[in-house]
């Protein structure tokens, strides 16, 4: 009760829904990976367990059942961000949280993390290097306009990212304005801001309930809708190569739901946590995905080659893409994934969340998930000339010679892709 101004700035104030996240809804382990603790968080175990189950009955009928689903789990959450939105910018203190929004800071560009991050949410806004729209591409109709629903989808997600800065930051002002600290002060990465952070923005709002509740259960339907469609599109793997996953779909799919909960355990365990952030920040970090979008647009733009990809397109659709699609996937987008990786490369520093620095095993472990990204393509490249005859140069021909005919192409023998370097496709829209 006596303590000074300066006392007080020092000293370490904890909210109560930073307990409630920590000690116990995660039960969280004070020392780190070092006592990583036993499976006795039964609500989190069940809520893991129901979550499963959720998303088996989503796709154990495969795309008879996901396409009515995703109908609910895709506008429910427009809606929700809708509502949120509104009603945080009536909110006092809303502008000052739009304005950090809307106004950059130049000197994060510096930083390798930023360009990482900011990789890492394209490619799971637009689902890339998932295998999920391929996978559900697969079900269209052969003559459909796919080049005009890429574009589609791109700006309904960019737009949807776009607007959603505006619902999450109107509420962050409102509660930087009644707790009397800056924006900058209230913005969080990772799970607390969903958790920790979001919430307590929420509560401070009239009706707390009912907005933590909406928001809440959006972000239930986005897991789930984002969860089930990804494992559909690697089930969809197994579908098309092994007849035994079709004929028992839902026996394969529920073998496989229950795996990933036997292995989601690990997770829920108090230093669960702690191993989460290993595989989030190098198993399905933005580094593995900008990774295998670089080697994506080299196997398409010059392995395969652009011209025999135009034509493959233009056959099913009945005209060209735009020339600057092939600018794009043959020199930006390869320049701009492999020179952020090697940003990334050269000013890396080993994993530390919060005041938690991780030891150095943990970051091998890091490394090793890393890798197991990183060296499919390399290794797949290796296999396939190994597995062929001839001399290296003639097995690296082989290797590179493409699998899919291009049509009315057939009397003509396809020249090696890698010749085709010096330009991209000559074609009018």
Known sequence: MNATASEKREM??????????????????????????GLDNWPMIGCLFLSWVLIYFCI??????????????????????LII??????????????????????????????????????????????AVLVAYGSYSAKHSDCYKRTFYLSISCSATSFIGGFAVFAVLGNMAKVLGMDVKDCVRSG??????????ALSLMPLPQ?????????????AVDSQFCCLEGGL???????????????????????????????????????????FNNYAVGGISLLWLVTWQSIGIGWVYGARRYYDIIKEMIGYYPSPY???????????????????????????????????SWANALGWFLLMSSFLCVPGWAIFEIYSAEGSFMERFRHACKP?????????????????????????AV
């Open 12 to 37: 370490n104030i904890t909210l109560p829904i930073q307990e409630f996240w920590h000690k116990y809804v995660l039960r969280r382990s004070e020392d780190g990976l070092d006592s990583i603790g």
């Open 60 to 81: 154990f009928r495969g795309t008879k059942s996901t396409g009515k689903i995703i109908y609910f789990t895709s506008i429910f959450p427009f809606l929700t961000l």
């Open 85 to 130: 939105l509104v009603r945080g910018c009536m909110l006092p203190g809303a502008i000052d949280g739009i304005a950090f929004y809307l106004k950059p800071n130049i000197s994060q560009l510096a930083r390798a993390e930023v360009w990482v991050q900011a990789g890492s949410q394209v490619c799971y806004s637009y689902a890339i290097c998932f």
């Open 191 to 200: 799970p607390g801001l969903a958790f920790i952070t979001y919430p307590t």
């Open 210 to 222: 009912f907005w933590n509740g909406c928001f809440f259960l959006m972000l239930i339907l986005l």
């Open 236 to 278: 969809c793997i197994f579908y098309d190569r092994y007849k035994w996953t079709r004929k028992n779909r839902e026996l394969f799919v529920a073998i496989v739901c229950f795996g990933l909960f036997l292995f989601g355990l690990l997770f829920v365990t108090p230093g669960g946590i702690y191993i989460f952030e290993i």
């Open 325 to 359: 699609m092939s600018i794009c996937f043959c020199y930006v987008c390869p320049a701009l994934t492999s020179s952020v990786t090697l940003f990334y490369m050269i000013n890396y520093t080993p994993l530390r969340v919060d005041s938690y620095v991780y030891p």
């Open 403 to 427: 699998r899919i005919s291009v049509p009315g192409a057939e009397k003509t023998e396809h020249l090696i892709a890698m010749t085709e370097f010096q330009k991209p496709v000559p074609v």
